[in-house]
């Protein structure tokens, strides 16, 4: 083989593993934008409902200061639904023409990239919060929570379980396509545990 012959096989195998990266990284960053968003969005009702006194969770906070914060969690929280609306999940995108090691890979570093993108934003959003009311600095810790759960449950059991699910040879037709719900729902499930 020539330089040349292993110079485009190179570039080949690079530009592979680029359109894996891509899209296993946009696969869960909109799974991640998925669950912040739902996390927001429910907060958003309940802290709703306890500003109209049907709910009676947060006992020293004004209704003004309530609904204020529903109102900025709501609109944080379907901002990241829409987000992630509009990326390669909404768009119907899906890894295909790869080994199943190759897709749990990049899943898994792709999951630990975004855990430590939510991390940082949350450390970010850190002095700025101060002496905002409670619900919005609940919101910031789910942003957190989101983080934490993407750099630990997420690579050891969503992607795990996800592939599995790709992967069995006696199951139903529609079993493989439920790979990302599972991720979405162990990651929705790991940030519940970790806001609580």
Known sequence: MTDEMVR?????????YAILGYGALGTM?????MVL???????AVSVLLAGFNLVNVIQDLSTGA??????????????????AAEGPL??????VGFKL??????????????????????????????????????GAD??????????????????????????YPDGPDWLPSTDVPIMFVVWAVATMG???
């Open 142 to 167: 789910g942003i957190r929570a989101v983080g934490v759960a993407g750099l630990t449950v997420v690579p050891l059991v969503g992607v795990p379980l996800a592939l599995v699910a790709r992967w």
């Open 8 to 16: 485009a096989e190179t570039r080949a195998q690079m530009k592979r």
């Open 101 to 138: 090691w190759e897709i749990g890979a990049g899943r898994i570093i792709a999951a630990l990239v975004v855990g430590w993108a939510f991390l940082f934003v949350h450390g970010l959003l850190g002095d700025a919060l101060d002496g905002l009311p409670l619900p919005i600095t609940t």
């Open 37 to 43: 968003g739902s996390l927001l969005v429910g907060l």
């Open 194 to 196: 970790i806001v609580t």
């Open 90 to 95: 909404g768009r119907g995108r899906d890894l």
């Open 66 to 83: 309530m609904l204020g914060s529903a109102l900025v969690l709501s609109v944080i929280g379907l901002f990241c639904l829409g987000v």
């Open 29 to 33: 960053l909109d799974i991640g934008l």
